[in-house]
């Protein structure tokens, strides 16, 4: 049985961006609506973003000794992502001020235009968990996010597959058991359609 993955509340994402620095805040916004890992993340350019569209090229990922045009994790984790309106909206401040404006300039990078590197992010997000209460959780706990948020919007196992860039469904399904809310919706369903009447039955005497 696969181990429990931590996530986190949509609340608690903004909560989290709040307490990063204003360089890497939007990276918490589209690391967990987006579910995209640290290295596709983090090795994003300009060129790969379409602000108009509202989505992100994933076509290549930051290795560990920060070179970002590194390979993805395998061919079918290239692909495009869509980001709700409302991530794009951060998108864009955050490119606005902070990204170089050339097309090959890195979404998210340090002052000097340089990828972030794992150290450092580690110890901004240890710092931004901490704040809010939440010690235990890690970065790559937004990817987990990603698709719990994905499986809530009524997204398919597929669905989660192609957008977190899985090679296959056994990967996608790992998250599916932590969204898993089917059967109190049938609960719920249920009240909704026959609660009602079902008030109304007057209980048989006992004998």
């Known amino acids: 049985r696969p181990a429990e993955r931590g996530t986190v509340t949509p609340a608690e994402v903004a909560l989290l961006a709040a307490q990063m620095p204003q360089h890497v805040r939007a990276a918490v916004f589209v690391a967990a609506w987006s579910g995209l890992r640290y290295g596709e993340l983090f090795a994003l350019a300009r060129r790969h973003v379409d602000l108009e569209t509202g989505t992100l090229k994933v076509e290549r990922a930051l290795t560990a000794d920060r070179d970002a045009h590194g390979l993805t994790k395998t061919q079918g984790s290239v692909r495009t992502v869509v980001l709700p309106a409302f991530v794009i909206d951060e998108l864009w401040r955050h490119m606005d001020s902070h990204t170089g404006g050339s097309a090959d300039s890195l979404v998210f990078a340090t002052t000097d235009g340089n990828p972030i590197d794992s150290a450092n992010l580690s110890r901004m997000f240890a710092r931004a968990r901490k704040a809010i209460g939440r010690p235990e959780l890690h970065w790559h706990d937004l990817r987990h996010t990603g698709a719990t948020l994905a499986y809530g919007a009524g997204a398919s196992v597929k669905d989660v597959q192609r957008r977190l860039g899985h090679s296959t469904t056994r990967a996608a399904m790992i998250y599916a058991h932590a969204a898993d809310d089917s059967d109190r919706i049938i609960a719920e369903r249920l009240n ?11 209980p048989l005497r006992q004998q």
Do not use: C, I, P
């Not at 909704?192 to 007057?202: C, K, L, P, Q, Y």
């Open 192 to 202: 909704a359609e026959f609660g009602a009447s079902a008030r109304n039955v007057t």
